[in-house]
T-cell receptor, first 113, second 117 residues
Framework: GENVEQHPSTLSVQEGDSAVIKCTYSDSASNYFPWYKQELGKGPQLIID???NVGEKKDQRIAVTLNKTAKHFSLHITETQPEDSAVYFCAARSMDSNYQLIWGAGTKLIIKP | ETGVTQTPRHLVMGMTNKKSLKCEQHLGHNAMYWYKQSAKKPLELMFVYSLEERVENNSVPSRFSPECPNSSHLFLHLHTLQPEDSALYLC????????????????FGEGSRLTVL
């Protein structure tokens, strides 16, 4: 079945710098890749997603890139701010898993003032 | 109220207790989910309901028993749990289940933190 690996598990960056979180997946038929942000004491919330027919998508300071050949996708956050501190999860939707999302283990992003 | 609401937010129970977690969504969605979240591990899908019918049961032990009386409410009944069942239990909803829709956004509640002694 599908497997999603996420790195790093913890990322600490200076405020204003960029942050990049990477995920790899195993099922080449996966076609939908969302990113969720989970703030302390809250449930995860979708921040951006990408489908397999697109290579890149941007929304203000966040962007996601997808490399189908290499089977990896990345989240890019530019000009990081304190409110970006959270745990970020990637996921992939796989036919192998009856179209359910298979999740990465999460990345704790710490923005240092 | 709006969004997805879960109660209780915190629950401590002994291994012989019976308790229930409740989830309510005010979004008019057709699909609801229970997830288990343990520290530094991927979210684990437990159950999926679509239009009140269970469509997924991911090999969850029978000590967890879901109930979906209508499309707005979802329960997780707990009995004779083990300490390793301690985790954050998240409820989520989506417009339709992911096998049907291309959009796929999940709306999560804030979770119920369960501690089994």
């Amino acid at each position: 079945g599908e497997n999603v690996e996420q790195h790093p598990s913890t990322l600490s960056v200076q405020e204003g710098d960029s942050a990049v979180i990477k995920c790899t997946y195993s099922d080449s038929a996966s076609n939908y890749f969302p990113w969720y942000k989970q703030e302390l004491g809250k449930g995860p919330q979708l921040i951006i997603d990408i489908r397999s027919n697109v290579g890149e998508k941007k929304d203000q300071r966040i962007a996601v890139t997808l490399n189908k050949t290499a089977k990896h996708f990345s989240l890019h956050i530019t000009e990081t701010q304190p409110e970006d501190s959270a745990v970020y999860f990637c996921a992939a939707r796989s036919m192998d898993s009856n179209y359910q999302l298979i999740w990465g283990a999460g990345t704790k992003l710490i923005i240092k003032p | 109220e709006t969004g997805v609401t879960q109660t209780p937010r915190h629950l401590v129970m002994g291994m012989t207790n019976k308790k229930s977690l409740k989830c309510e969504q005010h979004l008019g969605h057709n699909a609801m989910y229970w997830y288990k979240q343990s520290a530094k591990k991927p979210l684990e899908l437990m159950f999926v309901y679509s239009l009140e019918e269970r469509v997924e049961n991911n090999s969850v032990p029978s000590r967890f028993s879901p109930e979906c009386p209508n499309s707005s409410h979802l329960f997780l009944h707990l009995h004779t749990l083990q300490p390793e069942d301690s985790a954050l239990y998240l409820c989520a909803s989506s417009q339709d289940r992911l096998a049907v829709t291309n959009t796929g956004e999940l709306f999560f509640g804030e979770g119920s933190r369960l501690t089994v002694l």
